[in-house]
């Protein structure tokens, strides 16, 4: 009996281990927005794939050079929807108060390198975050590889 009851608590201990690690897009993408407004491009790498955490850390570069304190933004944002299709996601959200409707886009990714277990990660393109230009300096070229970011 008290192997079974050993083995049940096992299966238990697996399971919320493993649900544990597959949080839904729309949180993920919560997170993400909410560390982005506050300019915490460090917590936000922490929701973003490889690519999108090294354009975070070209913005934090960007802001450290310029030597400028960044508007921290306190608007709430509301969810306006979701769309899932396999292994990417598309959330649809906006500013209270504003009628712009944004989307960010998320990709399910490997926890590690060869796992099968993966988990959601917001995947930023070159195009979709707008580089300050800076100030007394020429605006950054359009031509730059992506590799920069």
């Not at 195009?127 to 800076?134: A, Q, R």
């Amino acid at each position: 009996m008290k192997k079974h009851q050993k083995c049940n608590w096992l299966y238990i201990l697996i399971l919320l281990n493993s649900c544990s690690k597959n949080e839904p897009p729309r949180p993920v993408a919560e997170k993400f927005i909410a560390a982005f407004q506050k300019h915490d491009f460090e917590e936000a790498a922490k929701y973003g794939t490889k690519e999108t955490a090294k354009m975070l850390q070209q913005l934090s570069r960007i802001e450290e050079l310029e030597n400028v304190k960044p508007t921290i933004s306190t608007a709430k944002i509301e969810i306006l929807s979701e769309e899932i299709a396999g292994n990417r996601a598309t959330i649809y959200f906006k500013e209270v108060g504003s009628d712009t409707e944004e989307k960010i886009k998320l990709e399910k990714v490997p926890i590690e390198p060869g796992s099968k277990q993966r988990e959601w990660r917001v995947a930023l393109s070159k195009t979709d975050v707008k580089i300050p230009k800076l100030q007394n300096r020429p605006a950054l070229p359009d031509s730059l590889s992506q590799q920069v970011f």
